[in-house]
């Protein structure tokens, strides 16, 4: 990966270390070219300054910075910036292993509130595969505090995502 690349080597220390191990690096290297694929046509994560990182089989993080423009009437981030900031997570671990895969449903829970200036991470981690069907878990953290629980269901399309 180019070292301007907006998604980083995937770095275990943040993950499931037990998982490691058991990543082929044929396997590894698919899920970091779809995630570049995948990126270089985002426009909303990187209109929203959204950065990817550890990424592997099942799994993506994603980053972002809550802005000013980002704040309710409550001095808040808006909960619409979290949902897409999990969301985006999602969409990248579920997208890790070749075919097409988009959201069939998702659900968020809000936990505590986010302010202009934090800088949050979701960790996207990938529950069951069965079929065309996916159950994939994301947690929106700022600091140590959760901010937010999503869960995403993701369906398989018949043709391929991937670079080129």
């Known amino acids: 990966m180019a070292a301007d ?10 993950m499931d270390p037990d998982r490691a191990p058991d990543v082929e690096p044929g396997r590894q290297a698919q899920a970091e070219a779809q995630a570049h694929a995948m990126y270089a046509t985002d426009r909303a994560s990187q209109g929203l300054g959204i950065e990817i990182s550890d990424v592997a089989p099942g799994r993506a993080t994603a980053t972002m910075s809550v802005t000013g ?14 949902f897409l900031l999990a969301d985006s997570a999602f969409a990248f671990a579920c997208n890790t292993h070749g075919p097409l895969a988009v959201a069939a449903g998702a659900d968020v829970v809000f936990v505590a509130a986010a302010f202009e200036g934090d800088r949050l991470v ?9 079929g065309r069907s996916g159950v994939y878990d994301v947690t929106v953290r700022r600091d ?21």
Request: charged fraction near 20%; aromatic fraction near 6%.
């Open 144 to 164: 140590r505090v959760v901010v937010a629980e999503f869960r995403g269901r993701s369906r398989t399309l018949p043709r391929s995502a991937g670079p080129g």
């Open 5 to 14: 690349s907006p998604i980083e080597r995937t770095t275990w220390s943040r």
């Open 69 to 82: 423009s980002m704040v309710n009437g409550h001095g808040t981030c808006h909960g619409g910036y979290l």
């Open 122 to 130: 979701a960790e996207a981690v990938e529950r069951v595969v069965q």
